[in-house]
C-alpha cells in the first residue's frame, strides 16, 4: 500500500483544515487507517484511527470532539476533518495503514506497517 497524505497549509487559530489520504491498493480496505502528527523535537504522536468498515474510531485526547476521521473505502481515502485549530496543533501530520486491532496497538507508530509522506500543518496565533 502506498499513502499520499495532502491538504496542509498555513491557517490561523480556530480555523479548520480538511487532509486527505490517497491510497494505492487494492487491498485498502482491509487495512485499518490512522493519522499521526510529528512537531520538532518531538515524538510521533498518534491522533485517531478508523477500522477497515469505518465503523470504529478511536481518538487522542488531544484532538477528541475537534478532529474526525473518515474512509471511503470506494475512492480508497481517509480523511481527517480538523477544526478549532490551535497553534499547538501544529505539525507535520502523516496517515498510516496497519492491521493490528485495538487501542493499545493503533497509539504506537511502531505498529503500523505503511506511512504517506507527511504534509505540513501551521496554525499561527
Known amino acids: 500500500v502506498q499513502l499520499q497524505a495532502s491538504g496542509g497549509g498555513l491557517v490561523q487559530t480556530g480555523d479548520s483544515l480538511r487532509l486527505s489520504c490517497a491510497a494505492s491498493?487494492?487491498?485498502?480496505?482491509?487495512?485499518?487507517m490512522g493519522w499521526f502528527r510529528q512537531a520538532p523535537g518531538m515524538e510521533r504522536e498518534f491522533l485517531c484511527a478508523v477500522r477497515w468498515n469505518g465503523g470504529v474510531t478511536y481518538y487522542s485526547d488531544s484532538v477528541k470532539g475537534r478532529f474526525t476521521i473518515s474512509r471511503d473505502n470506494a475512492n480508497n481515502t481517509v480523511v481527517l476533518q480538523m477544526n478549532s485549530l490551535k497553534p499547538e496543533d501544529t505539525a507535520v501530520y502523516y496517515c498510516?495503514?496497519?492491521?493490528?486491532?485495538?487501542?493499545?496497538?493503533?497509539?504506537?507508530?511502531?505498529?503500523?506497517?505503511?506511512w504517506g509522506q507527511g504534509t505540513q500543518v501551521t496554525v499561527s496565533s
Open positions: 498510516a495503514a496497519g492491521q493490528r486491532s485495538g487501542s493499545t496497538y493503533w497509539r504506537t507508530p511502531k505498529e503500523w506497517l505503511y
Open positions: 491498493g487494492r487491498t485498502f480496505s482491509t487495512y485499518t
